[in-house]
C-alpha cells in the first residue's frame, strides 16, 4: 500500500518562509520516493483539515513556535495521526533553550552559564562584561540574537523597541571565540560532524543559513578524533536526555586557539532541523551515505505517536 504523507509546512510563525521551503522540498522528495503527497499549508485550522484528509503520517516541516514546541505535536496525537521528529514534551523543552541546558547540564554535556534578563533591563546596562550574546528563550533561525562586543560601551538598544517580537525575557551568555560546528542524530546515531564557515556575516546568523553561498559546510570536520568523538558523544547525550526522536541537530562552538583540547559548548539543540537546499542535516545525512530521499523516506517510516 502507498503510504500517504501530510507535508506540514508554513505555519504562522516568524520562521515560516524557512518551512515553506522546507516542505516544498519534502514534498517533491517524497514525491519521487513513491509516496502519495498532500502538502498542508498549516492554519488555526489545521486539526479539522487533518481529519478530512486522514493521512497515514504526518512529516512535520514546520519550524517555530506551534511547529516545534509540542504544539502541533499535541494536536497529532490527539488525531492519532503518526508524525515525524520529536515529541510533545522533548519538542517544548528543547524549543526552551534555558530548560534544555539544564537537562543537558546534567547530563554531563558542556554548556555555559546563562543568565535570564528582563530584555529592558538587559538594555539599559551591561548585565555581565562583553563579548557577550543576547537571544531569545525560544525562537529558531537566529532570529533575536545580538552579539554585543568587546568595545561596545552600551547593550543593544533593539532591546528597548516596541518592535520587539522575541519574548519579554532574554538570555545573556557569553560570548565564546572559537569555531561553529554542528552534529547531527539520526535515530540512536551520531552523524559526522560539520563545520561552517561564513563570509562577511558576523556569526551564522539567518541569511548566512538560508542564502545561497552564505556558508561553507565542511564535513567531515577538520578536527582532531578525540574531538570529533567529544561532539559526537556530547549531541548524542542531549538528544537522549531530552528524550528526543527522529533526527535533531546540536550546534557547538569550539574555541582550539590555545591547542587542540580547546573548549567544546553545547548551544542548543534543533528538533525539527531546516531542509532546504542549503540545509546542514541533508548535507550531513549525504556524507553519511543517505540520499536527501533515503532520509525522508526513514524519517516517514520512523514516525509514530507517542514519541
Known amino acids: 500500500m502507498t503510504l500517504h504523507v501530510a507535508v506540514l509546512l508554513g505555519g504562522f510563525s516568524s520562521e515560516r518562509p524557512v518551512s515553506l521551503n522546507s516542505g516544498a522540498a519534502c514534498a517533491e522528495t517524497l514525491e519521487a520516493e513513491g509516496f502519495r503527497v498532500s502538502r498542508v499549508d498549516v492554519g488555526r485550522d489545521v486539526a479539522q483539515v487533518l481529519s478530512e484528509l486522514r493521512p497515514d503520517v504526518a512529516f512535520n516541516a514546520l519550524h517555530g513556535p506551534f511547529g516545534e514546541d509540542g504544539a502541533i505535536q499535541g494536536v497529532l496525537e490527539f488525531l492519532e495521526i503518526p508524525y515525524t521528529h520529536s515529541g510533545v514534551l522533548a519538542s517544548a523543552l528543547a524549543m526552551n533553550k534555558v530548560k534544555a541546558k539544564a537537562i543537558a547540564r546534567a547530563a554531563g554535556v558542556p554548556v555555559l552559564e546563562t543568565l535570564v534578563v528582563e530584555r529592558r533591563r538587559a538594555a539599559e546596562a551591561h548585565v555581565i562584561a562583553p563579548p557577550y550574546v543576547v537571544k531569545p528563550i525560544a525562537e529558531g533561525s537566529s532570529f533575536g540574537v545580538l552579539i554585543v562586543r568587546e568595545d561596545q560601551p552600551h547593550p543593544p538598544q533593539q532591546l528597548h523597541g516596541a518592535d ?6 532574554v538570555m545573556i551568555e557569553r560570548f565564546v571565540h572559537g569555531r561553529e560546528l554542528t552534529c547531527a542524530v539520526m535515530g540512536d546515531v551520531a552523524l559526522p560532524v560539520c563545520e561552517i564557515t561564513t563570509e562577511g556575516h558576523a556569526f551564522y546568523d539567518y541569511d548566512s543559513k538560508y542564502l545561497p553561498g552564505g556558508s561553507q559546510h565542511i564535513i567531515p570536520a577538520n578536527l582532531p578524533p578525540q574531538v570529533t568523538k567529544r561532539v559526537q558523544e556530547a549531541a548524542l547525550a542531549a538528544h537522549r536526555a531530552l528524550g528526543c526522536r527522529g533526527v535533531t541537530r546540536s550546534d557547538f562552538r569550539y574555541d582550539d586557539r590555545f ?3 580547546g573548549e567544546l559548548i553545547w548551544l542548543e539543540i534543533n528538533t525539527q532541523p531546516g531542509m532546504t537546499a542549503t540545509s546542514l542535516v541533508p548535507d550531513i545525512a549525504r556524507a553519511a551515505g543517505h540520499s536527501f530521499g ?11 505517536c507517542k514519541r
Open 164 to 169: 520587539w517580537s522575541f519574548g519579554e525575557e
Open 259 to 261: 591547542g587542540e583540547g
Open 294 to 304: 533515503e532520509l525522508l523516506s526513514w524519517m516517514v517510516r520512523d514516525a509514530s
